[in-house]
């Protein structure tokens, strides 16, 4: 006589489907793309991420986000001097996912949306660090004062996907930046030093559209 457990329903079941001593295939690997990224993209704003974190009232870390960006970028393995890159993201589609502060950062003691609209980042000069990574210097204007910044950068992937409908489909290419700033030197001071934090973790994930 079986053992109670061999003769459960769900051993039946098991056996009937035939899947005792079958192994379960392990799905496809995610894999990046390694195509050459070399050329002017488009920024795809649909695929494009921009965070910023900050410290909290001393006892955690509190990240937002920008909804809205555009620009273009060029990438240039062989001759990086020729890399350019020109972001601009409105200041009032920062969102914290509550409308209450979400206002509050838009208004004269943060942002100041009205009178500074735009966010913008022009890049002067990338210097590789590898294959697939190195710093990229340039301005960055916040709050109608223009400072420069350095952005570590990490190339994701690149190469031709067919797949998708147009506006997104075709040549693309992916890469992370990272940087900190203090937001002391674009004249925003509101709770320092206890409230909030002076240094800001900022982190861009861009995908370009190959134009």
Known sequence: MFPRYLSSPLLGATLSLGLVGTAVAAPPSYVPLNGNPNGTYRIDAQHTNVFFTIGHVGIAQFTGRFDRISGTYTFNGR???RDKVDITI???SINTNFA???EHLRSKEFFDVKRYPNITFVGTRYTPDGAHGGTLRGNL???GVTKPVVFLVRE???GEVSYLPKPWGGYLSGFVATTTIHRSDFGMTAY???GLSNA????VEVEG???
């Open 100 to 102: 209450l502060r979400d």
């Open 79 to 81: 001759h990086p001097q």
């Open 90 to 92: 409105p200041a009032a």
């Open 141 to 143: 204007t916040l709050h």
């Open 156 to 158: 994701v992937g690149a």
């Open 200 to 203: 800001i973790h900022i982190e």
């Open 209 to 211: 559209v190959k134009e």
């Open 192 to 194: 320092l030093p206890e």
